[in-house]
């Protein structure tokens, strides 16, 4: 298995089923094989449903990125392929943002970026205004997401705060 960002399957760590290798004696000391089984199941489960990225945008003419952090970076590099996402005003409304790829995973092997989901929500304090928000990664550049903010009747939006979040 390459190193993160690559998502983890189950098969990564290991057998899928361990059993153990003699019946348990003492399972203070000892862990039963069903209790190793439960942790890859569920270390594979966070792998694939936790976010890797949470960036706050401002959407309106230029779009800004006030804030981002990204899983794969957690010493907080700021140059080379670890720069930050550049954000882009495509429309009222509408913009992308695009992450550079790839990135070196903790090996130094070039890992290349890509979401298969998003999510984001107005930042609005306090909320009296009505927006929704629709967040997606485009399809042929996975490394990019469409964020777009509607108003209350359904019409594309300037001016809102919005927090992104994709895995």
Known sequence: MSGFPTRPA???FGPTTMLNAR??????IEPDAA??????????GMGLLSPRILAKLTINTPTAL??????WNPAGST???FAAPTPTYISTGRCTLTYLTPVPDLLG???AIAFSWAHAFV???PPTTFRSVQATP???????????????????QNGSDVWLMAG
């Open 10 to 12: 189950l098969a990564d």
């Open 23 to 28: 019946p348990v004696l003492d399972a203070d």
């Open 35 to 44: 209790h190793w089984n439960l942790l890859k199941f569920q270390a594979a």
């Open 66 to 71: 006030l804030a981002h952090v990204e899983a």
């Open 79 to 81: 140059s080379g392929n």
């Open 109 to 111: 092997n070039d890992i």
């Open 123 to 125: 930042h609005a304090d």
């Open 138 to 156: 485009i399809a042929a550049t996975p490394h990019i997401i469409t964020v777009c903010v509607f108003d209350a009747a359904g019409a594309l």
